[in-house]
């Protein structure tokens, strides 16, 4: 299933706010594709409203209650459409699928990328270096800029802020603090099931669906934050600066998250290609790690890091305000999203 929050724009006056979202299923694809309000389904027939349709977080904490219900309202909707219960896209503005995780935390999974972007840095100030690693890496299979020892022992991650999250299409609002924004090609898992000290064996059942995730960063800070030798901070963490959709797809769906195909696309043009294949840490090991001791929650957003060539500083190439980034995930769909600056205060 790729379940959708959205808007009826065909009701609800343009700016209306998250409180008016609803929740539902995008099915078809393409021309074709259709949205069905749960809500308006069970209206239509006289049935009271479900607390599980509420929202998409409602709906994850309902569990397998609430799994059924949607099955059964779709098959509904499907038998006896109407102009109320199925709705077009056109009529319909989507938000983050998840407006609200419980929590966020983002991984560093692809070895590849956090060489990269260490040999666009070391490149800056000693060109030379740049280009022997990658010559060394091309003919003995290493690069003398890899992740230190402890990078491939644990999965490493930080911590964001969940009251930052936008949906597809929305504006992204360029820090006042930065001249470096950059975008990170990711994915997330969503957490569907409350659990601790998961193991490896049991984590796909705690996994509910997936996103395409795009964690804004502000290079020309974190460069400098990173000297402080804690991690990102405010480099990662402003309004706006993560955006998820367009919708969760459900793991059934999905499959092996591990193969999946992954490109960046800044206003048309192919910047960023790869394969979620490179991860070097799979999410059921991510989750048994992040669950050790702690109890994770339905609607914990985890992501999987940047792939490699997904972000401008591997590219030392920049978006500029005005600019649209679009993220393809094989099987999660498009997220897309502006830049622009931010309105004088």
């Known amino acids: 299933m790729k379940l959708v929050t959205f808007i009826r724009t065909n009701v609800e006056p343009s700016g209306a706010p998250e409180s008016a979202a609803r929740l539902g299923v995008l099915i078809g694809e393409s021309t074709d594709a259709r949205i069905v309000d749960f809500a308006a389904v069970r209206t239509a027939r006289d049935e009271p409203p479900l607390d599980a349709f509420r929202s998409l977080l409602d709906w994850l904490d309902g569990g397998e209650v609430a799994r059924d219900a949607t099955e059964r309202t779709v098959e509904l909707a499907a038998s006896e459409p109407t102009a109320e219960t199925v709705l077009s896209p056109g009529e319909c503005r989507l938000l983050a699928p998840l407006v609200r995780p419980r929590s966020i935390r983002d991984c560093l999974a692809f070895e590849q990328h956090l060489i990269d972007a260490t040999r666009t840095v070391v490149g800056w100030r000693a060109p030379w270096l740049s280009r022997f690693d990658r010559f060394w890496q091309q003919r003995r299979g290493r690069s003398l800029l890899a992740p230190p020892k402890v990078w491939y022992e644990r999965p490493i991650y930080y911590k964001g802020n969940p009251h930052s999250v936008v949906g597809p299409d929305a504006d992204v609002l360029w820090p006042r603090f930065t001249e470096r924004l950059d975008y990170e090609l990711e994915f997330a898992a969503v957490i569907g099931r409350t659990g601790r000290d998961i193991s490896e064996a049991d984590a796909a059942r705690h996994i509910a669906g997936y ?116 993220l393809t995930v094989e099987r999660l769909g498009t997220l897309r999203n502006r830049v622009i600056r931010r309105e004088p205060s």
């Open 211 to 326: 996103v395409v995730f795009n964690d804004f960063s502000a290079r020309d800070l974190q460069m400098r934050e990173m000297q402080g030798r804690l991690g990102p901070a405010k480099s990662k963490d402003f309004d706006t600066g993560n955006a998820i959709g367009p919708y969760l797809v459900t793991a059934d769906e999905v499959g092996d998250p591990q193969s999946l195909a992954m490109s960046a696309r800044v206003n048309g043009e192919l910047w960023s290609q790869g394969s979620s294949a490179e991860m070097h840490f799979s999410f059921a090991e991510i989750v048994a790690y992040i669950s050790q001791d702690e109890t994770l929650y339905p609607g914990d957003l985890i992501g999987s890091g940047t792939v490699p060539s997904g972000c401008g500083l591997e590219l030392d190439r920049w978006i500029q305000p005005g600019d649209t980034i679009e």
